[in-house]
């Protein structure tokens, strides 16, 4: 086994660790907001620092790797497909952080509505970066795509869920706070999956090294991608 490949072990471990802990307090937060559970809250706000923890880790690993052993093609894409996604997951655990907040505001006053699209939109947003990470580690074009696919999924919830919160809004004022802070929740489970798309499409390039970022995809232009990997 090459030298290199031992570090990319080494890498995968810590990249797995960190996607982990991102998805793990993405479900968290969720479950935290339909429990009303301040405490998890709390929790998922100071598991943050393990996150910022990883990323300094990971990235000063990358460094060290395209130093020592000056990486070609894709080995190259491997190391700095990493340091790409370490960024996405980092951002991950903030938005967390950032439903965590609006989570301890509304478990202060009475609920807004019941909790039934919201769970829906984090799961998948969870599944979204659990596979994009997956991707990566087996160089997974399908799975990638797969997750790009999903964001318009994700992207739906999102609207649905803003429509109702509105007509919410407009039946009682009195709800418009709780509303709001329902708001932002919905906008960061959205960002977070924008960042598991990111990542898949990190993992198109380091693969094919076709840039295929910023590329808004229809199911056709989809299918066509899928069908010239195959």
Do not use: W
């Not at 993405?26 to 405490?39: F, G, H, T, Y």
């Not at 019941?114 to 994009?132: H, T």
């Amino acid at each position: 086994m090459r030298k290199i490949d031992m570090e990319y072990l080494e890498l995968k471990k810590m990249l797995a660790k960190m996607s982990q802990l991102s998805t793990s307090m993405i479900e968290d937060s969720i479950s935290s907001l339909v429990e009303r559970n301040s405490e998890l809250a709390e929790d998922i706000i100071k598991r943050d620092d393990d996150v910022d923890a990883y990323d300094t880790e990971i990235d000063e690993f990358c460094l060290k790797a395209l130093a020592l052993y000056e990486p070609k093609a894709v080995d190259l894409r491997f190391i700095t497909t990493a340091l790409r996604i370490i960024v996405d997951l980092e951002r991950i655990g903030d938005h967390c952080v950032e439903i965590s907040k609006e989570v301890i505001r509304l478990n202060k006053i009475p609920p807004v509505k019941p909790y039934i699209d919201l769970p829906k939109m984090a799961e998948s947003a969870s599944s979204m970066v659990k596979n994009s990470v997956t991707a990566y580690f087996e160089k997974d074009i399908k799975l990638a795509i797969n997750v790009i696919k999903k964001d318009d999924y994700i992207d739906d919830l999102h609207g649905q869920i803003l429509r109702e919160l509105i007509t919410y809004i407009a039946e009682d004022i009195r709800k418009t706070k709780g509303a709001i802070s329902l708001m932002f929740i919905t906008r960061s489970l959205e960002r977070i999956a924008d960042h598991a798309t990111n990542i898949a499409e990190m993992v198109y390039f380091m693969v094919t090294g076709k840039i295929i970022k910023h590329t808004i995809f229809d199911d056709k232009d989809i299918e066509k991608l899928l069908e010239e990997e195959n």
